[in-house]
């Protein structure tokens, strides 16, 4: 039967891979599922994104529980994709000019090794500045103090999306690309099924994630979602420019025009096999997330940052990259929103029964996301299957044992996550009692710094 005959008791709007993870969930717990993806799978968002699963570092200065729930979910990611990722070793280089200087930076990162070890992380190295020059030679010297030293995984987000679809696929979902959702159907107030230019999908519920679009999927049924999209290009360049990754904080006169001085940013060097990526910017987005484009004050942002590190960068990029963040508005200043996600059940929310929308987040936790909105989905549906997402590979076979973590307590999470401020308060006071720590032990001595060969036995 033609699936716009067919009736769905989920239907998945969007196949980013927010949707792909939802619509695995959702077949592996037997509902009869259809995704539907208005382009191809994992082109918008997905693509641009940095290609990393990350535990989410710079969330510990103002959203630790996001980067626990992160690092947690992404050694689930690790552990069922295994064979996509690969691990990618990053170089943190301090200079003297920078905004923090290098103990406030290990801090940072001996408080992220706490949450490596959920992902598969390996602690950090600190390195001398000669030797961060021996690992990264074409670092500029003036007036570097050292480095430190930790590790990311790498992933092609689109082959990660479409290994999703597939072992959807085999569990039964059924997987349309090419077909956008154009409204939804409605009876007596409840949503029944998605309008497409086929006719409508009868479905029992309706799963919007829809990635930056969820504002405008929610709105065909009156509800609306409070997005604050954030842009974020990076420059790609067609041949592998460094051994490692880098991440390098942007120089004050590199910022664009009117850009806050509220935060550090940073400019990550990505090296991809052979490309690499440089990037991303992060500014409010203006326009349709499906038609951005690339300012010129952005590129000039990432120029202006990585050359003041590396005088050989190419002089030509070869394109560009842009994705607009799907971040959930909360109230406050940028700073603080928050990369965590929410699930809306818009039948106790705005009165439209049969519709769930999953917004914010991000890659590292897509598995994740797609357990909470599956959990409601089933709940609602009357379907008392758990998760098994994290249990099976995407190749179908079964999860090896491992070392088990818990993950932030569910009310807590929930608590911080409506007070900005108060989130905020609680990341900085782990960050300050782990600097006294750091502080006492560095005044104690007895502490030896990385060498070169270090690099190459922890990476290689
Ligand atoms: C510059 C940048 C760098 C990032 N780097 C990272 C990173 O390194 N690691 C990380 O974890 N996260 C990263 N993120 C965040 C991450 O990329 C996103 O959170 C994630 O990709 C969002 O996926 P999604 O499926 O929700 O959205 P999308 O990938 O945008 O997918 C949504 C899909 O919905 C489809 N759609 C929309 N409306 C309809 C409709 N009406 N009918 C049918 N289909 C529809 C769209 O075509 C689209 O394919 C980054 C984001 C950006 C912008």
Not at 98 to 115: K, W
Not at 389 to 397: D, K, S
Not at 406 to 434: Q, V
Request: aromatic letters at 6%; a positive charge; proline letters at 7%.
């Amino acid at each position: 039967m033609p699936f716009h005959q067919d009736s769905f008791e989920a239907v998945v709007i969007g196949g980013g891979i927010t949707g792909a993870g939802v619509a695995r969930d959702c077949a592996m717990r037997g509902l009869k599922t259809l995704l539907l993806e208005k382009g191809a799978p994992g082109a918008q968002t997905t693509a641009a994104s940095s290609h990393l699963i990350h535990g989410g570092l710079r969330y510990l200065l103002y959203d630790r529980l996001t980067t626990h729930a992160t690092s947690w979910d992404s050694g689930n990611i690790l552990r069922v994709a295994g064979a996509l990722l690969k691990r990618l070793p990053f170089i943190w280089p301090v200079y003297r000019w920078h905004s923090h200087g290098i103990e406030t930076v290990e801090t940072l990162l001996e408080e992220y090794d706490r949450f490596q070890r959920m992902k598969g992380g390996r602690p950090h190295l600190r390195f001398s500045a000669s030797d961060t020059l021996r690992v990264v030679p074409s670092l500029e010297p003036a007036g570097l103090v050292g480095s430190v030293a930790f590790d990311e995984w790498l992933v092609d987000p689109v082959a990660l999306v479409e290994a999703n679809l597939e072992s959807a696929r085999r569990h039964g979902a059924t997987v349309r690309c090419g077909v956008e959702a154009t409204g939804l159907v409605r009876s007596g107030g409840r949503v029944t099924g998605v309008e497409t230019a086929s006719g409508p999908i009868p479905a029992r519920l309706v799963i919007n994630a829809a990635g930056p679009w969820i504002d405008r999927v929610a709105a065909f049924a009156g509800a609306s979602i409070g997005l604050s999209l954030r842009q974020g290009t990076h420059l790609v360049y067609g041949r592998r420019l460094m051994p490692a990754g880098l991440i390098l904080e942007a120089p004050p006169e590199a910022y664009p025009p009117g850009a806050g001085r509220d935060q550090t940013r940073c400019v990550f060097v990505i090296p991809m096999g052979d490309r690499t990526l440089v990037g991303p910017t992060d500014v409010p987005c203006a326009d349709d997330p499906g038609r951005l484009q690339s300012e010129p004050d952005e590129v000039r942002y990432i120029l202006g940052t990585v050359r003041r590190y590396l005088a050989g960068l190419p002089r030509h990029h070869d394109r560009t990259t842009v994705g607009a963040r799907p971040i959930l508005e909360v109230s406050g200043d940028e700073k603080r929103l928050s990369r965590g996600f929410e699930v809306f059940d818009h039948q106790s929310r705005d009165g439209a029964a049969g519709l769930l929308t999953i917004g914010g987040g991000k890659m590292s936790d897509f598995r994740l996301m797609a357990e909470a909105v599956t959990d409601l989905a089933c709940r609602k549906l009357g379907v008392d299957v758990p998760c098994r997402t994290h249990l099976e590979t995407l190749g179908g076979q079964p999860v090896p044992s491992h070392p088990s973590f818990a993950l932030p307590r569910r009310n807590f999470k929930e608590f911080l996550g409506r007070r900005p401020r108060l989130r905020e308060l609680h990341a900085l006071s782990y960050l300050g009692l782990a600097f006294a720590r750091h502080l006492a032990r560095r005044v104690a001595g007895g502490r030896r710094l990385a060498r070169p060969e270090d690099w190459d036995a922890y990476y290689r």
